[in-house]
């Protein structure tokens, strides 16, 4: 039986982004690669994730950026494998930086290419921030990886996501991979992840 992969996106992208695509051509024949356009709010993100989990029954979750941070919560709760590309911890943050409207960089199947951050959206996701670790637990510490590009300017997480888990890689990149990187890093990663059979 094939393979199944839910790829997660970043905040300003969609599950139609390069990375997405980029996955599913390296994994074709051989991996589904399943990307949908996540919710904005992370509370209904979640909700989101966890019904697709059920239905879809990916055997691992690769993310990036704001991806990742609910993939951690995610897998925390559902004990999958997972591959965390730079992980922003803290989107309240990165969030409150940007209040204001904004243009999505890929398209969404649902046509809407414009979103608005506002204080009510930052402190949705501060408040998920302060539950973000309740469920991890010890036995999943080699099961949930960390993939840190050395050139990141926006998220600096490494020494948090490794107070959590242990396995952590870099890559020589910035906060959104290249195609390259992609290929380079996260789905040959992702691949391992998938041989492990940890779950």
Not at 14 to 28: D, M, Q, T
Not at 80 to 106: C, D, Q, V, W
Not at 155 to 161: I, K, N, Q, R, T
Request: proline share 6%; glycine share 8%; aromatic share 10%.
């Amino acid at each position: 039986m094939k393979k199944k992969i839910l790829f997660l996106h970043g905040f300003f992208a969609s599950g139609a982004c390069a990375p997405a695509r980029v996955l599913a051509h390296y994994f074709e024949g051989r991996a589904e690669v399943v990307s949908p356009d996540l919710p904005m709010h992370p509370q209904q993100a979640l909700d989101f994730l966890r019904q697709l989990c059920a239905t879809e029954h990916p055997d691992v979750v690769v993310g990036n950026s704001n991806g990742s941070f609910l993939g951690q919560i995610l897998v925390s709760e559902n004990g999958l494998p997972a591959l965390l590309g730079n992980p922003h911890l803290e989107m309240s943050r990165f969030l409150s930086e940007r209040i204001g409207t904004h243009e999505y960089k890929t398209p969404r199947t649902d046509g809407r290419q414009q979103l608005t951050i506002d204080q009510a959206l930052v402190d949705e996701f501060a408040a998920l921030q302060r539950h973000q670790w309740d469920h991890c637990r010890p036995e999943y510490r080699d099961r949930v990886w960390g993939l840190f590009g050395q050139n990141d300017t926006v998220a600096h997480y490494e020494s948090l996501f490794r107070e959590h888990y242990n396995q952590v890689y870099h890559f020589p990149g910035g906060h959104t991979p290249t195609d390259e990187e992609v290929l380079t890093y996260y789905a040959p990663l992702a691949e391992r992840l998938l041989t492990l059979q940890l779950h």
